[in-house]
């Protein structure tokens, strides 16, 4: 490193953000994640033993996952390299790689290659670096908010150790605060307070976000004016003008989104509204496609309640078709109505295991229309046999007459089984009635 590249590193650290100055830097001073990093648990000796393989930091943001890497990087005999993969391309790799070679050839030393937001590689990019994990010239650590078994290569997951990173817990977003406050690393040349209130707000608005909390704690301090005994007061209204809206676990292209959505489906065929209707809070407050959720209730409607309530899916699709015309904020108030009727309302999925049924036995055996049931309405139909003998249903008492319309080969076969939940009900009571069965 040459004199220029010292000062604008030194210049970089002055300026860098709180969260980043405040980054630990051995394992004794990370907050949170004891999980993983308990002295007890596979990871912490790893780190301490400095025998790490390969390993994937999946979480949230702000929860650790760059600042695990960093401790590793301190803490490491092996070379350590980092690259991002929103920026970094195949010219960086071949790189790293090249560099690797040489360290292991030359001192027999391994190299570590943290990619950070490790899912946004392609898969080509990916295969890339799979050889050279595999033989040893690279150990990876990766770093990503999406789900790595849908977003990494299935190979590279086979070889690496997957770690879960969890939200922090308000306690341990309150030490951080008080550390960006009051430690020398921190902010403490600023001589500011923070009032227990404003603590507790930010600790618990923070969504278990350390990087969303500690933004807030900066801006308020560099935002706010000394009172008359010389000290910044981080008081709750400051604290709540530093972070105007709660932080929400929720991406629309991650698996956040498909976990939010699947307990809002599975809320509503549970029957407990109150679950639901705060799902569907949670996607709206993140800012969801109206669209999207109103096609998932009318699936719900279908699929989950059927004909316990055929008015559920009238519901939802009239919930739909509104929510496409009037568009929010009023549109909640419309889903909410469609959710909560569709929680509320009898269930029954047999309408589902009919079609599902329904579909096996057409893929696996071959049949033929009965002869009856043919089409009778052309010249010649009779000749062929087409249409003759059939009982037309409204002639007969109750609109109804016993007569074959499953095909010979399927003969017996039932596909809809009514439950007894809502008009399902009477659906099988009107059944036994007109057919004596």
Known sequence: MDLFDYVRETNMEKEAPLASRLRPTTLDEVVGQQHIIGKDKLLYRAIKADKLGSIIFYGPPGTGKTTLAKVIANTTSAEFRQINATVAGKKDMEEVVKHAKEMLGMYQKKTILFVDEIHRFNKGQQDYLLPFVEDGTLILIGATTENPYFEVNGALISRSSIFELQPLDKEDIKVLIRRAVYDEKGMAAFHAEIDEEALEFLADIAGGDARNALNAVELGILTTERSVDGKIHITLPVASECIQKRVVRYDKTGDNHYDTISAFIKSMRGSDPDAAIYYLAKMLYAGEDIKFIAR??????????????????????????????????????????????????????????????????????????????????????????????????????????DQQYLPDEILGEKFYIPTENGYEKQITEHLKKITGN
């Open 296 to 401: 998932r209730i009318m699936i719900c409607a279908s699929e989950d309640v059927g004909n316990a309530d055929p008015m559920a899916l009238t519901v939802a699709v009239s919930a739909a078709q509104a929510v496409e015309r009037i568009g929010m904020p009023e549109s909640q108030i419309i889903l909410s109505q469609a959710v909560s009727y569709v929680a509320c309302a009898p269930k029954s999925n047999a309408a589902c295991n009919a079609i599902f049924s329904a579909m096996e036995s057409v893929k696996n055996k071959k049949t033929t229309v009965p002869s009856h049931l043919q089409d009778a309405h052309y010249k010649g139909s009779a000749k062929l046999g087409h249409g003759v003998g059939y009982k037309y249903a409204h002639d007969y008492p109750n609109h109804y007459v």
